[in-house]
């Protein structure tokens, strides 16, 4: 029972929400072309996925997150390292990248699509570059609360610089190193909504913006369930791939 107590607690409140909204919908108190039953967006979805048009809409945003999320993280964690490690390179390289984090995402979008044209680069470029910084400043964060004396505790045992960011410093930083997942992964569900609406022909960015063109809002709706489903689907895998490699942390949470 504890452990499906968090299920239970957690999927209470957007049930609640749910009953409400059909209860209201159904009974005519709201108007269907403002706001239609669940009913309605259920059917839409069973029918949407018994044909199939669905699945190219919903492999195209995965693809575009997953390829966005990966560059995003794979950079943002290695301009991190070489940072927090080489001083000159943190010297010339940090200012700069604050103050290109201080860019609105979608300012970016008139940029890309004059380089990189209306297809899966500017898309997936977009995504990547959302998704690094978060990761940049969670992993230059946990690179700077590793603790001094175990460096010099390591240096005294005399361990080359390598074998220093092996035992010491990615251990330390592997809290972080989650932590970055989860805010970029975050983020590019996010923006990929905004890559969607402008230029494509596929996705569930598309797809909702086709509802609305069509007046038919139990399409935008259900495209909105999916992305609350799919972001929280991959938040908790990642949440639980955290747990499983750091339960060795001695924590109330632990």
Same mark, same amino acid.
């Given at each position: 029972?504890?452990?499906?107590?968090?299920?239970?607690?957690?999927?209470?409140?957007?049930?609640?929400?749910?009953?409400?909204?059909?209860?209201?919908?159904?009974?005519?108190?709201?108007?269907?072309?403002?706001?239609?039953?669940?009913?309605?967006?259920?059917?839409?979805?069973?029918?949407?996925?018994?044909?199939?048009?669905?699945?190219?809409?919903?492999?195209?945003?995965?693809?575009?997150?997953?390829?966005?999320?990966?560059?995003?993280?794979?950079?943002?964690?290695?301009?991190?390292? #070489?940072?927090? !490690?080489?001083?000159?390179? @943190?010297? +010339?390289?940090? *200012?700069? =990248?604050?103050?290109?984090?201080? &860019?609105?995402?979608?300012?970016?979008?008139?940029?890309?699509?004059?380089?990189?044209?209306?297809?899966?680069?500017?898309?997936?470029?977009?995504?990547?570059?959302?998704?690094?910084?978060?990761?940049?400043?969670?992993?230059?964060?946990?690179?700077?609360?590793?603790?001094?004396?175990?460096?010099?505790?390591?240096?005294?045992?005399?361990?080359?610089?390598?074998?220093?960011?092996?035992?010491?410093?990615?251990?330390?930083?592997?809290?972080?190193?989650?932590?970055?997942?989860?805010?970029?992964?975050?983020?590019?569900?996010?923006?990929?909504?905004?890559?969607?609406?402008?230029?494509?022909?596929?996705? #569930?960015?598309? !797809?909702?913006?086709?509802? @609305?063109? +069509?007046?038919? *809002?139990? =399409?935008?709706?259900?495209?909105? &369930?999916?992305?609350?489903?799919?972001?929280?689907?991959?938040?908790?895998?990642?949440?639980?791939?955290?747990?499983?490699?750091?339960?060795?942390?001695?924590?109330?949470?632990?």
């Amino acid at each position: 029972m504890n452990k499906l107590r968090p299920l239970v607690l957690g999927l209470g409140f957007p049930l609640l929400v749910f009953l409400v909204w059909y209860l209201a919908s159904e009974g005519l108190l709201i108007p269907a072309h403002i706001l239609p039953s669940p009913r309605v967006i259920l059917e839409y979805l069973l029918g949407a996925l018994v044909d199939k048009s669905l699945f190219p809409h919903l492999q195209l945003t995965l693809f575009r997150v997953v390829v966005g999320f990966s560059l995003g993280y794979f950079f943002g964690v290695l301009i991190a390292l #070489l940072t927090s !490690l080489i001083t000159p390179i @943190r010297e +010339v390289l940090d *200012p700069t =990248i604050q103050g290109i984090r201080a &860019i609105p995402p979608l300012a970016w979008i008139p940029l890309f699509i004059i380089w990189l044209g209306i297809g899966e680069e500017s898309k997936v470029f977009l995504i990547a570059l959302t998704s690094f910084f978060p990761v940049y400043l969670n992993v230059c964060a946990g690179f700077q609360g590793v603790d001094r004396k175990i460096i010099e505790l390591s240096k005294v045992l005399g361990h080359s610089p390598a074998e220093t960011i092996q035992a010491v410093y990615f251990p330390s930083i592997s809290p972080n190193l989650w932590t970055a997942a989860r805010s970029g992964l975050g983020l590019a569900w996010m923006v990929v909504v905004a890559a969607e609406l402008l230029g494509a022909s596929k996705g #569930l960015g598309f !797809l909702l913006q086709f509802g @609305r063109n +069509v007046a038919r *809002p139990e =399409i935008s709706l259900a495209c909105l &369930i999916l992305f609350a489903l799919l972001g929280k689907l991959s938040d908790s895998i990642l949440a639980t791939l955290e747990q499983i490699n750091l339960k060795w942390r001695d924590t109330i949470h632990a």
